[in-house]
């Protein structure tokens, strides 16, 4: 954009945008970054059954090239379904990220039956992204910096 966000400036080769949808992405994008790398993350799959999931890649400068990586959240037949459409945050100060997102229980008896979970999230040493794991019981409580503690 342009320095008073009233127009787009161009990108080299004077294009105004840029087409930078992976193959397989149907919603849901999220980028982070992390020491040095920009990670860019959507949902794949059918929102409506197993084939949801979460799916990302990885580049050293927000506009790209992004590398495809792959998969990291998908469903889990003895915990849920449709696991997808997410954010992702992380505890200021250190190195703790966590993957919020939706998913339908099992039996999955509503079009609309979906519960929010919130899971961790962990980054192996050259920067890529553990699979993450569904669980039932989600994450420990984090008292915060200023010693205030989240709900319950």
Known sequence: MT???????SWPGDSLFREIT??????????FYRKGTYYFMWSEGSWGN???KVAYAMADNVTGPFERIGT??????????????H??????????????????PIPNEGRDHR???IDSMTLHEDGT???????FKGVQEVTNRMGLHSPN
């Not at 992204?129 to 669980?135: A, H, L, N, P």
């Open 72 to 85: 990291i959240l998908q469903s889990d037949k003895e915990v849920a379904t449709g696991a997808g459409h």
């Open 22 to 31: 992976p193959e397989g992405y149907v919603e849901g994008p999220f980028m």
């Open 3 to 9: 320095d008073d966000f009233t127009g787009f400036e």
């Open 115 to 117: 519960v929010t979970c």
């Open 129 to 135: 992204i553990r699979q993450v794991k569904m669980s």
């Open 50 to 52: 197993e084939t949801y």
């Open 87 to 104: 954010s992702v945050i992380n505890t200021p100060g250190t190195d703790d990220w966590y993957i919020v997102y939706h998913r339908r």
